[in-house]
């Protein structure tokens, strides 16, 4: 299992992005937070996907290390429909995204312009991004009600399960402007995180 504590670039990426999830009321609610994770996940998924020439590489990989490594769960106890006036929209999610982006950008400065010269240190970058991001998803998981007293098998799993259904079997869509445009095809950046307690991310 990859330990994010030890690598300070995935790191501070965790810590950007959970920062930024607290930062806003909305995010702070644990279902919201989890679609922007998971809209975060989604250009990701884009990037990684353009640059290994495999659609859906992403999904797969969490999908794959969460079936051997995870327990099934049944999803629809973990997700929960909140009211119209509570779930974020569509400029929400936008702004949202835009300021994690900006944050981002300006924490992985001196690893972006080292980005801009070297195709190895594009894909280190966009490894450490991976790996700070999917332990925010099992900190989500864990803010969840169903959550609370789950095992880190079921948080997994729950996660998987998730990605499954939530990440894009194709291409997806790049992230615009990130530090995020080269990846090793054939590798999985981040997956295998374990899950941090408590979580940061708490409900209400």
Partial sequence: MTDVSLDPTATAVRDTLLRCLADDRKTREPMNALVMWTELGKGLAGTLAGVS??????????????????????LSRWAYRLEAEERLDRDEIAMGLQRVEDQLSEVLSAHIDKADASPDARRALFVAVVKG????????????????????????????????????????????????????????????????????????
Avoid: Q
Wanted: proline share 12%; aromatic share 4%.
């Fill in 53 to 74: 020439g495999e659609p859906g590489l992403l999904r797969k990989m969490i999908c794959s290390y969460g079936s051997d490594h995870g327990t099934n769960v049944d």
């Fill in 133 to 204: 991001w999917f332990p925010v998803g099992l900190d989500i998981m864990h803010a969840l009600p169903a959550g609370a007293a789950a095992s880190e098998e079921a948080l997994l799993g729950a996660l998987s399960a998730w990605c499954e259904r939530h990440l894009p079997e194709g291409e997806g869509e790049p992230l615009v402007g990130a530090p995020m445009e080269a990846a090793p095809a054939g590798e999985a950046p981040g997956v295998g995180t374990k899950p941090r307690r408590p979580p940061v991310v708490k409900a209400g």
